[in-house]
């Protein structure tokens, strides 16, 4: 008989029953009669049964869970045919999309083993991710161009935590690692909703400065690194809470310490480095470095994971352009914090950073009203990915270059000037 250890015990009940509440009505802000659609590894169960029961007390329609397993997607690395990896469920994303139009909100919980593919064939791991993303595309268009209220948070899975904490007792880095997301979370507090309300408003007077001085341009300058990146016209910042296309007012990511907005993607040029790894579906990208002309990558290696970087950035024509600028500040909590996540929503938020591929419309004044030709001819991005990696440390400046081609210091080693 096969014992499977019970890893709920070392995750605070009520502090995990704060984080599902915080999830609805802060990061989605659910509406009465609003359907919503979960993704989850299977291993966030017990979030996920929270999280329906907060739903369905904030009055929800309809709430559907879809799990994933990762032992079933090894499985199909090490015994599917070769034609498996150029396949994904269109059928899903198509009935996905669907519900969206229809007006359902999406919340997705992360918590995969960062590492879970990289012992797998890069070639494999490409085209499926590639034939996913393609699969994926329209409901992504509804996500990324902001159509509905939507939220991500983590769970603090056994593999990933392994990952994070390998030098401790599996049940001591689940522990771990669940103090941690509840504490980036701001779920550790005794009012955690009236803590997002403060912090919304502190990113929100970030982002008003930023707008307020129309910069045509982000100079970044570091080791390894000295990069402009040229901002789109008619750009608008965003951090915290923003109002989606639906009228609902949400905080997409939980946690969030940035604020972001479109580059221009024929105008970026330079070279800059990472500055904490990449952890890409189930790969570690670790040590990029690239070279952007004319807005595109033209050299890219990396210490380790390059092979699947330079795959990554074959997707199509935008997977080498830039779809995200954000700043976030060196001494954010999840930086203090010391703790390399291996996941993008954590550990983008430690270190300013710039994303691969698809921009967000919102991130353009009137960005609701804009057709996909004007958001094009204004700069913004279009691709089948979205991937954040991180450029930013306590070595690294930025200014604020004007039309005029006056600068402003933005932040100065890593902290807001």
Not at 134 to 155: C, G, T, V
Request: hydrophobic share 40%.
């Amino acid at each position: 008989m096969t014992i499977v250890p019970n890893f709920q015990t070392a995750v605070d009940p009520q502090k995990l029953d704060k984080l599902a509440e915080v999830a609805v009505k802060v990061g989605l802000r659910l509406e009465q009669g609003q359907d919503l659609v979960i993704t989850a590894p299977i291993a966030a169960l017990p979030l996920v049964r929270l999280i329906t029961k907060h739903a369905y007390i904030a009055g929800a329609g309809i709430v559907l869970a879809f799990y994933s397993d990762e032992e079933t997607t090894l499985a199909r690395y090490q015994h599917a045919p070769n034609g498996s990896f150029d396949k994904a469920s269109d059928w899903l994303y198509e009935g996905m999309a669907k519900a969206y139009a229809n007006g359902a909100a999406r919340l997705a919980i992360a918590g995969d083993n960062p590492m879970l593919l990289s012992g797998q064939d890069p070639a494999k791991v490409a085209r499926a991710n590639k034939a996913n993303s393609m699969a994926y595309k329209p409901a992504l268009e509804k996500i990324a161009n902001f159509d509905i209220n939507w939220n991500i948070i983590s769970y603090p899975n056994p593999s990933w935590a392994r990952q994070v904490f390998p030098d401790v007792p599996e049940d001591v880095a689940v522990g771990k690692l669940a103090d941690a997301i509840f504490a980036a979370s701001r779920v550790d507090v005794a009012d955690p909703i009236g803590a997002w309300a403060e912090h919304n408003a502190n990113l929100k007077k970030r982002s008003t400065w930023l707008n307020g001085e129309r910069f045509s341009a982000l100079h970044f300058t570091g080791p390894g690194t000295d990069l402009t990146v040229g901002l789109a016209d008619g750009h608008e910042w965003h951090g915290g809470a923003s109002t989606a296309k639906n009228g609902i007012t949400c905080n997409p990511n939980i946690p969030t310490e940035e604020v972001f907005t479109t580059p221009h993607a024929l105008k970026v040029e330079g070279h800059v480095s990472s500055t904490k790894p990449l952890s890409h579906q189930g790969t570690l990208i670790d040590n990029i470095q690239v070279k952007f002309e004319d807005g595109r990558i033209v050299e890219a290696k990396a210490s380790r994971g390059e092979e699947v970087l330079n795959k990554v950035l074959d997707t199509d024509e935008g997977a080498r352009r830039l779809g995200e600028v954000a700043l976030v500040p060196h001494s954010s909590p999840i930086s203090k914090s010391g703790i390399l996540f291996y996941n993008t929503l954590f550990d983008e938020n430690a270190s300013c950073h710039i994303a691969l591929g698809q921009c967000y419309s919102k991130c353009f004044l009137d960005g609701a009203s804009l057709s996909q030709e004007q958001i094009k001819a204004q700069g913004g991005n279009s691709s089948l990915i979205h991937i954040d990696w991180m450029i930013g440390s306590d070595k690294v400046d930025i200014d604020g270059i004007r039309a005029d081609g006056s600068s402003v210091p933005v932040m100065r080693k890593g902290e807001w000037a």
